[in-house]
């Protein structure tokens, strides 16, 4: 017997790589091309370093109140957590502890199959079709509990709130987890359909539309039963989990709806006109209603154009895996990063 033998064993999960270079163009991991609200800048040069002897509040409770007047749900019904991995890690922790197999798309965000893995989770993935549509029948089999992006990541596909009420509808008996990481790019939430069905809970995140990602701000919203058995089991795993500063700075990126609504919009703009491009440039791919478009090229290999890209500090994602490795995700920037890309592409592409 060795002590190795005691260690939980994961794969962990990859992320995109975070290079801190002066003139790269950064692409890879969907984040905001614009800062966050000016509220938010005054109260960073405000913040009183005397308050950071205190322990946060555990509850949240600023960010928990303003997140449901904007929502228009009880206070009862959200739970913040450290970034929605943080929720949705919790979420699985708390909602998927059957015999059952979960269920989750076979082309979607792998932090998944990583939770799964980690809290010894069974799990079965089911294809998406040719279109990288979710197969709502497929969601029909016995199961443990489900969770899908919506749009989903990183193939950017939205699905209409019917199909999302058709799972759920054929699902009353488990937990169906909604991320909705990108949603605000342009999708239908499935927010209101939480008057309708307590087993639903709808994930966001203030990391893309809110442009945020360094602060780690996530929330879920749910039946009030729901979110008093996450809070169970965040509070027998660590009390204190958002630190003060992501917590106040955090209500004042919600309190200027004027600038988000305008950040998000912008980037919409942009995506729409940066299709157009892609598409003149013999890119294919499916109709993205997130920040980023998931494109491949009719002739030229994935990981070639990546490599290309990327020894000209343009970074975009792209994976060695099975149905996705032609593609790139390509995350919608400023539109002057995007006319970089592009008119590099463009050389690119006519060279090759
Ligand atoms: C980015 C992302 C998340 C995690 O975002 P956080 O930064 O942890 O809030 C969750 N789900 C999907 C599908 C994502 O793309």
Redesign the pocket.
């Known amino acids: 017997m060795k002590w190795e033998d005691n260690v939980r064993k994961v794969v962990p999960y990859v992320a995109g790589e975070q290079p801190r270079k002066a003139k790269m163009i950064k692409l890879n991991?969907?984040e905001c091309p614009y800062p966050p609200a000016p509220g938010v800048a005054e109260l960073v040069a405000k913040l009183d370093c005397g308050d950071l002897r205190l322990y946060p509040d555990s509850h949240t409770t600023p960010l928990v109140n303003i997140l449901s007047e904007y929502y228009g749900v009880k206070p009862e019904q959200i739970f913040v957590g450290?970034?929605?991995?943080?929720?949705?890690s919790m979420a699985f922790m708390t909602f998927f502890n059957g015999d059952r197999p979960i269920l989750f798309p076979d082309v979607?965000?792998s932090?998944y199959e990583v939770w799964a893995e980690l809290y010894r989770i069974p799990y079965k993935t089911c294809a998406l079709d040719e279109d990288w549509h979710l197969r709502p029948e497929d969601y029909r089999q016995p199961n443990g509990g489900i969770i899908f992006?919506n749009p989903?990541?990183p193939t950017g596909v939205l699905e209409s709130l019917e199909t999302v009420e058709k799972i759920i509808q054929a699902n009353r008996d488990v937990v169906v987890i909604v991320?909705e990481?990108?949603i605000d790019f342009g999708g239908v939430s499935a927010l209101p359909l939480l008057e309708k069905y307590d087993n639903l809970l709808v994930?966001q995140?203030?990391?893309?539309s809110r442009a945020m990602?360094g602060l780690?701000?996530?929330f879920c919203i749910g039946s009030e039963k729901m979110i008093r058995y996450l809070n169970d089991v965040k509070f027998s795993f660590n009390s204190y989990t958002m630190n003060y500063p992501s917590q106040v700075l955090g209500v004042e990126a919600v309190r200027d709806d004027a600038y988000f609504k305008g950040i998000t919009g912008r980037i919409v703009n942009t995506r729409e006109r940066v299709k157009g491009r892609l598409r003149e440039l013999g890119f294919t791919f499916p109709d993205s209603r997130a920040n980023f478009i998931f494109a491949r090229h009719k002739t030229v290999p994935g990981e070639q154009i990546f490599q290309a890209l990327r020894e000209n500090n343009i970074y975009v994602r792209h994976w060695n895996k099975p149905r996705i490795s032609e593609y790139l995700r390509i995350t919608i920037g400023t539109d002057e990063e995007m006319d970089t890309l592009l008119s590099f592409l463009e050389n690119y592409l006519a060279a090759s």
């Open positions: 991991t969907n450290v970034g929605s991995d943080d929720v949705i979607t965000y932090f992006p989903n990541a991320d990481a990108y994930v995140t203030f990391s893309k990602a780690r701000i996530g």
